[in-house]
C-alpha cells in the first residue's frame, strides 16, 4: 500500500485516533446515515433496549470505524474491536462473544473476510443471543449452547454485496457511505488543522479537501504532508504549499492514487479504452478483483473517468483525456 492507499497505516493510528470526531453531530457529511442512525440510537435509548445490528458499507477511510465509536459512546456503552480476518475459526468468534457484557458494542471490520463457519456462528448470536459451542473432539463431540449477553454488533465493509445474504439480512440498519464532496472535506481538513494547530489559508484547505479522493482519511494524510512541508522549508499553510507539497507526494489534480491511474491507463492503454472484464483488468494490473471493484472503481466511475457497462469497464472521454490522450474516433484538437 502506497502514500494514497485508503487504509490506515500503523503509524498513521494515533494521529487518526486524534482527529477522529466523538459525536454524530461532530462528524461530517453523510448527513442521511446520521440522521438515521441518530434515529435508531435515540430509539433504542428510550426503550431501554439494545438497537438493531447495524451493517456500515462503503469503501475504506470513510468513517466507519469512527461511526462505530460514535455508537458505542452514545449508547455510554464500551465497544470491543476485532476484525474478519482475526476470526479464522467459529472458536475465535465464540471467545470473543462470550465476553461481552450486557449491551456491549461489537465491532467487526471487514467482517466478509470472517470464516464461513464463525459466519454460521455469528447468525445464531445475532438473532438470539446465544451459540452452540462445540466440546470433544470425534464421535464424542457434543454441542453445548451458551447464553450470551445482548449486545449490538457493527459490522463493516467495503460492499454490502460481499456478505452472503443470511449474514446481511440479520442487520437491521444498513448504512451505505458515500464519498465525501469538496465542500464536506473541506470542513474535515479545517477541523483537523486547527486540532493539530496548523494554520492553513481557506483557499489551501480547499485545495487539500479537493485532492483527497473523496475520502477523510487521505484529506487528514494529506494535511499532515503538508504541514511537514511548511514546516520543513518554513513555509505558511497557503495554496503554494499545499501544491508543492503535493506535487512532492505525487498527488494529481484530481486526487486519483497509484492504483486508480494504473487500472484507468490499462483500460485506455492496454485494452484501448475497453469495454474490459473486471478480472481481465485485475490480473493486468496485479490487484484483487475485490479490491478494484470496491475501492478503485466507485471512485473513478464518481469522477466520471470510468463506466460500468454490461459489456465491461469502458474509459471516458474526460477517462483518455484525464491522461493526456484522445479517444480513438475523435479528431485531435
Ligand atoms: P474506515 O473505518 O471507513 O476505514 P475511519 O473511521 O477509520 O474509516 O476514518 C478514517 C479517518 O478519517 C479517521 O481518522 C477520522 O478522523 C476521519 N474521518 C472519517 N470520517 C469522518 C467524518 N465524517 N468527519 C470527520 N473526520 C472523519
Redo the contacts with the bound molecule.
Sequence with gaps: TGELS?Q?TAAEQGY??A???TSLAE????SKVRRQLGLLLDAATMRRHTPDHILLA?P????????SMIVATELEKPLHQTSGPAIQHAGDLAAVLSALTPGEVLFI?EIHRMARSAEEMLYLAMEDFKVDIMVGKGAGATSVPLELSPFTLVG?TTRAGLLPNPLRDRFGFTAH?EFYSDDELAK?VG?ASKLIEFALSESGVDEIARRSRGT??IA?RLLRRVRDYGLVHDLPGDTSTVQAALALYDVDDHGLDRLDREVLSAVVERFNGGPVGLSTLAVSVGEEAETIEAVVEPFLVRTGLLSRTPRGRVATRAGWEHLGKVPPGLPAE
Design positions: 485508503a490506515a487518526e485516533g482527529l477522529r470526531p462528524f461530517v457529511g453523510q462503503g475504506p477511510g470513510l468513517g466507519k470505524t469512527t461511526l471490520d463493516a457511505l474535515v477541523r477523510p482519511r487528514n
